[in-house]
């Protein structure tokens, strides 16, 4: 089944204890994207990857790290985290086609974060 | 500055009735544009992209508009179920490498 999965779905941190969220998708997508969900803000992008190694900030990247190293995979890293990086996290991945066009996202379930 | 604006308040609407959102956007000169489906703790799920020199798109019972002069994209459901019960998102491409996303609408149709 072509799907996005993120682990864990659920955590409870502390503030400044490092995590890291993972994302793989199984659909040889090239494009990749991580967004935070605050209530009233809608979807706000992090980080996007065009490719393995490339990788990009997208509107809000303070307080988070990305990598892609394989196709795969876009973990999303916060080294320090701090009680206003409370959020719901998705993943997202797509084909592209073109320069500048994209197909449709498939999103990951999300993760509900909580830092204390 | 950079705007997508889409209705805050919940439309309510009754079984069999065609569903209405809009996404109004400021500043933004997009090639084309996206609407998805949220469910309640769910990602969301790709419904239709429109692209700028396409005026309508249409499938099965949901219609999408864009309107590069009024800078408007409106999108439909028509007979509209209780199963179309959802948050509507519309995003907007950025940039050639960036999706922005409206805060979306939240639908209730009531049987």
């Not at chain 1, 409370?86 to 498939?106: D, K, M, P």
């Not at chain 2, 790709?46 to 999408?64: C, P, S």
């Amino acid at each position: 089944e072509a799907q996005v999965t993120q682990n864990p779905r659920y955590l409870i941190t502390v503030t400044g204890k490092k995590l890291t969220v993972t994302c793989s998708q199984n659909m040889n997508h090239e494009y990749m994207s991580w967004y935070r969900q605050d209530p009233g803000l809608g979807l706000r992008q992090i980080y996007y990857s065009m490719n393995v190694e490339v990788t990009d900030k997208g509107d809000v990247p303070e307080g988070y790290k990305v990598s892609r190293k394989e196709k795969r995979n876009f973990p999303l890293i916060l080294e320090s985290p701090s009680p206003n990086q409370t959020s719901l996290y998705f993943c997202a991945s797509s084909l592209r086609y073109g320069q500048g066009a994209f197909r449709e996202q498939f999103f990951g379930p999300g993760t509900r974060l909580t830092v204390l | 500055s950079q705007k997508i604006e889409q209705n805050s308040e919940a439309l309510n609407i009754q079984e069999g009735k065609t569903a209405t959102l809009t996404c109004n956007y400021t500043n933004y000169s997009p090639a084309y544009l996206q609407w998805y489906r949220q469910d309640p703790g769910r990602g969301p799920v790709f419904l239709l992209l429109i692209r700028e020199n396409e005026k309508e798109k249409r499938k099965e019972r949901l219609k999408v508009t864009f309107d590069t002069t009024l800078k408007q994209s409106l999108f439909h459901i028509t007979a509209s179920q209780p199963a179309d019960s959802a948050t509507y998102l519309c995003a907007l491409e950025k940039d050639g490498n960036k999706l922005v996303f409206g805060a979306g609408t939240i639908l209730r149709v009531k049987s």
